[in-house]
């Protein structure tokens, strides 16, 4: 993989940078690091421009992102209900009240998290699922993918820049933050999933003694 990359960078340049951004938004184990920090280190050996790169990579990074946005519209909670309503949502123990209380959280909360999941991997393509199917204001959708996707580009594409020949090297300190911060989610899942059933128990209890 990391080959191609290199061989479309240095054929393409901004637009292999480009169309490779954008279908590592849509496909998230496509490494945005080898890309970013390779496009960085292009900037200094070729008459590829910094800004221009960045560019090129924060609009791939947004295409990618209203791609899925759109996905998560087309499959919104009106069909997300429908679906918990039938075995599914049995075996899940979800019910149609579920989904419109994490819709709300989202309406709510939620927003600001579209640009916050721009810095973290794998999650920061897949928040604009759930953005869509909230059907989140494509304005101040784009306001915080746009940011988040520029620092996060941005901070890469510097660093390819300025460690010139040994960007590769910085691949594995990149992968180490990687494996943190899965790990660190898969972790904050679980604690979510029981809050998440406790909060509905003691919500239930209410109800009942009401």
Known sequence: MQIFIESMVEKFGYLAVFALIAIENIFPPIPSEVILLLGGFMTTSTNLNIILMIIAATLGSLVGAIVLYYIGKIFNKDRLKRI?????????RLKEKDIDMADEWFDNKGNITVFFCRFIPIVRSLISIPA???????IKFLIYTIAGSAIWNTVLIVIGNRV?????????????????????????????IVWFY?????????????
């Not at 918990?84 to 899940?92: E, F, N, R």
């Not at 406790?198 to 009401?210: H, I, L």
Request: proline share 2%; no cysteine; aromatic share 10%.
């Open 84 to 92: 918990v309503s039938g075995k599914l949502g049995k075996i899940l």
């Open 132 to 138: 869509g199917m909230s059907e989140m204001p494509m």
């Open 164 to 192: 010139g020949d040994n960007w590769e090297s910085i691949l594995d300190i990149f992968d180490k933050y990687s494996h943190i911060v899965l790990i660190i989610l898969i972790i904050l899942f679980v604690l979510f």
């Open 198 to 210: 406790k909060f509905r128990k003691s919500n239930k209890k209410k109800t009942q003694a009401e």
